[in-house]
């Protein structure tokens, strides 16, 4: 399961000035992964990851954003997926905060 919509659905996201937010660009967000434990390390994860990126590209947005924590300590905390699979799969760090960065993947 991912959680992936566009960015002004996801009220804390929005109300976070570090975040931040461009009012001309049109930004999907992607907030967390839910992988079975039993189903995890077989890439399921990138697969959604992927899709939600085709799909946000073909609906014209300029960019997908996801926060992923920077030393998640365990699995719960890593909901937001891995970092490693962001910097893999074309995202670039936008923001370091204390906890999270910002990946951004840029479409146009």
Same mark, same amino acid.
């Given at each position: 399961?991912?959680?992936?919509?566009?960015?002004?659905?996801?009220?804390? *996201?929005?109300?976070?000035?570090?975040?931040?937010?461009?009012?001309?660009?049109?930004?999907?967000? *992607?907030?967390?992964?839910?992988?079975?434990?039993?189903?995890?390390?077989?890439?399921?994860?990138?697969?959604?990851?992927?899709?939600?990126?085709?799909?946000?590209?073909?609906?014209?947005?300029?960019?997908?954003?996801?926060?992923?924590?920077?030393?998640?300590?365990?699995?719960?905390?890593?909901?937001?997926?891995?970092?490693?699979?962001?910097?893999?799969?074309?995202?670039?760090?936008?923001?370091?905060?204390?906890? *999270?960065?910002?990946?951004?993947?840029?479409?146009?």
């Amino acid at each position: 399961w991912i959680n992936a919509s566009v960015k002004e659905n996801y009220i804390q *996201i929005m109300d976070n000035k570090e975040i931040g937010y461009d009012k001309n660009k049109k930004v999907g967000a *992607i907030v967390c992964f839910v992988i079975d434990h039993k189903h995890r390390g077989k890439g399921i994860a990138r697969a959604l990851l992927k899709a939600a990126c085709e799909d946000f590209e073909k609906s014209g947005y300029d960019c997908v954003e996801a926060y992923p924590r920077k030393s998640p300590k365990n699995a719960a905390e890593n909901y937001h997926g891995p970092l490693k699979m962001y910097l893999d799969n074309g995202f670039e760090i936008s923001k370091e905060l204390d906890d *999270i960065c910002v990946v951004s993947k840029y479409f146009k």
